[in-house]
């Protein structure tokens, strides 16, 4: 990869002085050393505490609680890989061979360490003011988009479960139906079964967690409905 991409930045938003700090944010372990681990635990201090700082200065009444889970919603792994692939930073990958012939540049927990080791890299380059000024809008997409109270709506397992609690019903039951795909793209389905009254829905998702989410919101709908 030519030298003046990683001087550039492209698509990340900052010019480099010292290119090598970004060539080596995007260099995973499994292509030998110097690689982005340093760089990564640097950089996930600083993404909590940017985020941090502006749900605390975006929703001054929310409590402890609510900023809580609001960072935890914005800085978690999934919602990384999303900004990373924003920046187009999985064709950036220096990855290992193993890692190249598995798919490791579409790999969630890949993808979200190297956004966290370029937060380092252009703090080490530029300081944090010039760092925070690049990084912030990265997020601004999923801040905009929690409610305002900066506290996360409960996710579709959850409000199905206070549903069938608030009613004294038995808690509904998850059931793997299947998993398909190669072990870097699998899809899982699965079936979610509410004893009374008498519901069953399916959903799939990349993960068997988003699978179970996607049929408990459909229990849901099919609850409110009666």
Known sequence: MPTNTFQRGDRIGHVFSDPGLLQQAL??????????????????????????????????KADEGALTRARAEL????ALAVIARTLE?????????????SGGHRRDSILADAVEAVVAAIYLDAGFA???????????????ALPATGKPAKDPKT????????????????ELVSESGDDHAKTF???CCVADPAVSTEGEGASRRLAE???AAAALEQLDSK
């Open 75 to 78: 800085v978690r792994e999934g």
């Open 159 to 174: 409000r199905l479960q206070e549903w069938l609690q608030g009613r004294q019903k038995a808690l509904p039951q998850y």
């Open 130 to 144: 010039a760092c925070q000024a690049v990084v912030l809008p990265w997020f601004t997409p999923s801040m905009e």
């Open 189 to 191: 389905r699965v079936r």
């Open 213 to 215: 989410q996607q049929a």
């Open 89 to 101: 930073l999985g064709e950036r990958l220096t990855l290992g061979p193993g890692e190249m012939k």
């Open 27 to 60: 260099t995973h372990r499994s292509a030998g050393t110097p690689n982005n681990e340093r760089l990564e635990f640097l950089g996930d201090s600083i993404v909590n505490m940017m985020v941090a700082h502006a749900l605390y200065q975006r929703w001054p």
